[in-house]
């Protein structure tokens, strides 16, 4: 049968999922990837041992099946460096989370303003420029024989023996180093990062041809991962947006042509599309918030519990949870900010306290929410909804009430997957765009809107500031 393949390289694990020419799963495949913290907030993983488990599950996964094309999503901004000659890594690929490189973007703050009006990103850590600089201020090898690459380019270099060494738009607008409005890698950002050109991949749209495995299979589809969801979400027009509830929340919106520049602490981006953007915000703690309740409070034996906790109290009984256990993100960026339970009564019991986790998991993407609309003037039009914590009906429900907005989730819970799938598909002929059918698997109608609750967030946000 006919059928396409996606790989999906996270951060803790490699997949391999195969769709049918409907959009369904036919099979999957997944290994776990080693993390190494070889010091506190750094965090690396073995470019080889992402290679090998990618192409171990493609293998297992694709078994009986004739693949018409691969598509790949990935995790975004994670550098590897190697030597082009001997395809070698220079060292261990540095992860988006690593905080090694904090005092490098501290010494760059005088051209903070320069790289967020040409990459819409903000000059931190987590981008990719401060990491090459990083691996080549510790290696001897001449850096014209080097390349650098995002998981994506590393991937296809590794399918196509070293013949191909490209990027997409959606993984270079993560680097710090890309024109996001020009399309193109920026000299000005490459000079203050002394990174020579040579290094770079060439970068072409998400949805093209990058190649082809020795087998023969057309390697036709790349996108980061929030933007392959947004993607495989379907939200391909001004408006649309899909959010990602797991241990964080990843929130992004399709902005259609227009780049638009945040007021409020949020990300510009490249869309998946041709010439398309996206804004993206994202809530540090959210389905953490649940694991919080269960291995620090212990008061829910599994994450799913929280619901039957939750519902079996009709309100929060006054108690607002702030959970910013690492800070406050968007639109505060308050790093020092610390979590907070207000509002506890002589009645106050675990219920209400799980209550007010899921209010604040449902309150926090609110507030995002509400910063993509002053930033760019357009409403949201739905909530498009995947991730491990989408399963919560009543979290569900409170975001459907404190945004006003239908949030509807996602037939296919592998959005990420399906978009580098549908990506791939589109390129090879596989698919044709009206072939794409994007399916719900349950719409949350808001109710009367939750203003009691939006305002008791915010004092509780003012307090914890
Ligand atoms: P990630 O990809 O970030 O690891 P997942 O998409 O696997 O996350 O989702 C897991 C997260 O969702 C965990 O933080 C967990 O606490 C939370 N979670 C899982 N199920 C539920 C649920 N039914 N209600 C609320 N939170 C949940």
Same mark, same amino acid.
């Given at each position: 049968?006919?059928?396409?393949?996606?790989?999906?390289?996270?951060?803790?694990?490699?997949?391999?999922?195969?769709?049918?020419?409907? +959009? &369904?799963?036919?099979?999957?495949?997944?290994?776990?990837?080693?993390?190494?913290?070889?010091?506190?907030?750094?965090?690396?993983?073995?470019?080889?041992?992402?290679?090998?488990?990618?192409?171990?599950?493609?293998?297992?996964?694709?078994?009986?099946?004739?693949?018409?094309? $691969?598509?790949?999503?990935?995790?975004?901004?994670?550098?590897?460096?190697?030597?082009? +000659?001997?395809?070698?890594?220079?060292?261990?690929?540095?992860?988006?989370?690593?905080?090694?490189?904090?005092?490098?973007?501290?010494?760059?703050?005088?051209?903070?303003?320069?790289?967020?009006?040409?990459?819409?990103?903000?000059?931190?850590?987590?981008?990719?420029?401060?990491?090459?600089?990083?691996?080549?201020?510790?290696?001897?090898? &001449?850096?014209?024989?080097?390349?650098?690459?995002?998981?994506?380019?590393?991937?296809?270099?590794?399918?196509?023996? #070293?013949?191909?060494?490209?990027?997409?738009?959606?993984?270079?607008?993560?680097?710090?180093?890309?024109?996001?409005?020009?399309?193109?890698?920026? &000299?000005?950002?490459?000079? $203050?990062?002394?990174?020579?050109?040579?290094?770079?991949?060439?970068?072409?749209?998400?949805?093209?041809?990058?190649?082809?495995?020795?087998?023969?299979?057309?390697?036709?589809?790349?996108?980061?991962?929030?933007?392959?969801?947004?993607?495989?979400?379907?939200?391909?027009?001004?408006?649309?947006?899909?959010?990602?509830?797991?241990?964080?929340?990843?929130?992004?919106?399709?902005? #259609?042509?227009?780049?638009?520049?945040?007021?409020?602490?949020?990300?510009?981006?490249?869309?998946?599309?041709?010439?398309?953007?996206?804004?993206?915000?994202?809530v540090f703690v959210a389905?953490a918030a $649940?694991?919080w309740?269960?291995?620090?409070?212990?008061?829910?034996?599994?994450?799913?519990?929280?619901?039957?906790?939750?519902?079996?109290?009709?309100?929060?009984?006054?108690?607002?949870f702030v959970p910013a256990f690492?800070?406050?993100?968007?639109?505060?960026?308050?790093?020092?900010?610390?979590g907070a339970i207000?509002?506890?009564?002589?009645?106050?019991?675990?219920?209400?306290?799980?209550?007010?986790a899921?209010?604040a998991i449902?309150?926090q993407?609110?507030?995002?929410?509400?910063?993509?609309?002053?930033?760019?003037?357009?409403?949201?039009?739905?909530?498009?909804? &995947?991730?491990?914590?989408?399963?919560?009906?009543?979290?569900?429900?409170?975001?459907?009430?404190?945004? #006003?907005?239908?949030?509807?989730?996602?037939?296919?819970?592998?959005?990420?997957?399906?978009?580098?799938?549908?990506?791939? #598909?589109?390129?090879?002929?596989?698919?044709?765009?009206?072939?794409?059918?994007?399916?719900?698997?349950?719409?949350?109608?808001?109710?009367?809107?939750?203003?009691?609750?939006?305002?008791?967030?915010?004092?509780? $946000?003012?307090?914890?500031?």
């Amino acid at each position: 049968m006919k059928a396409i393949l996606a790989l999906d390289q996270g951060t803790t694990s490699s997949r391999a999922i195969v769709f049918d020419a409907a +959009g &369904d799963i036919l099979a999957v495949a997944q290994r776990e990837l080693r993390q190494i913290y070889p010091q506190p907030g750094w965090v690396e993983h073995d470019p080889r041992e992402i290679a090998a488990t990618q192409l171990a599950v493609a293998a297992e996964a694709s078994r009986g099946f004739d693949i018409a094309a $691969i598509g790949i999503t990935n995790q975004r901004e994670t550098t590897i460096v190697w030597d082009r +000659g001997t395809g070698e890594p220079v060292a261990n690929a540095i992860v988006w989370q690593d905080r090694r490189t904090a005092e490098m973007c501290d010494a760059l703050r005088e051209h903070e303003p320069l790289f967020r009006a040409r990459t819409g990103l903000v000059l931190d850590p987590y981008f990719s420029a401060t990491k090459i600089r990083w691996l080549l201020d510790r290696t001897r090898i &001449d850096p014209e024989r080097l390349a650098f690459g995002t998981v994506d380019t590393w991937l296809i270099w590794q399918l196509t023996q #070293g013949r191909v060494h490209v990027t997409d738009v959606t993984n270079a607008s993560r680097t710090l180093l890309f024109d996001i409005h020009r399309g193109e890698w920026d &000299d000005e950002l490459l000079q $203050i990062m002394n990174i020579p050109r040579s290094m770079l991949p060439r970068v072409i749209a998400s949805g093209e041809v990058a190649g082809v495995t020795s087998d023969g299979i057309p390697i036709a589809g790349i996108a980061g991962d929030q933007q392959a969801a947004l993607f495989g979400q379907r939200c391909v027009a001004p408006g649309m947006a899909k959010n990602t509830y797991g241990t964080g929340c990843f929130l992004v919106m399709h902005t #259609g042509g227009s780049a638009v520049q945040s007021r409020h602490g949020l990300l510009t981006t490249r869309a998946a599309g041709a010439s398309e953007f996206a804004l993206e915000g994202s809530v540090f703690v959210a389905g953490a918030a $649940i694991q919080w309740l269960r291995d620090n409070l212990g008061i829910i034996r599994h994450a799913a519990d929280v619901e039957a906790l939750a519902a079996s109290v009709p309100d929060n009984g006054g108690v607002t949870f702030v959970p910013a256990f690492t800070g406050l993100g968007a639109p505060h960026w308050d790093p020092h900010a610390r979590g907070a339970i207000l509002g506890i009564t002589r009645g106050t019991t675990a219920a209400h306290i799980a209550r007010a986790a899921l209010e604040a998991i449902a309150l926090q993407n609110a507030e995002v929410i509400e910063a993509m609309r002053a930033d760019s003037g357009i409403a949201m039009r739905e909530l498009r909804v &995947d991730g491990g914590a989408c399963r919560n009906d009543l979290l569900m429900q409170l975001q459907a009430d404190v945004t #006003g907005l239908r949030v509807i989730r996602s037939r296919v819970a592998e959005t990420t997957a399906l978009g580098a799938a549908y990506l791939a #598909g589109l390129a090879t002929g596989f698919w044709k765009s009206d072939d794409l059918q994007w399916k719900a698997d349950r719409v949350f109608e808001p109710g009367s809107l939750r203003t009691d609750l939006v305002e008791q967030w915010r004092d509780a $946000i003012s307090r914890v500031k």
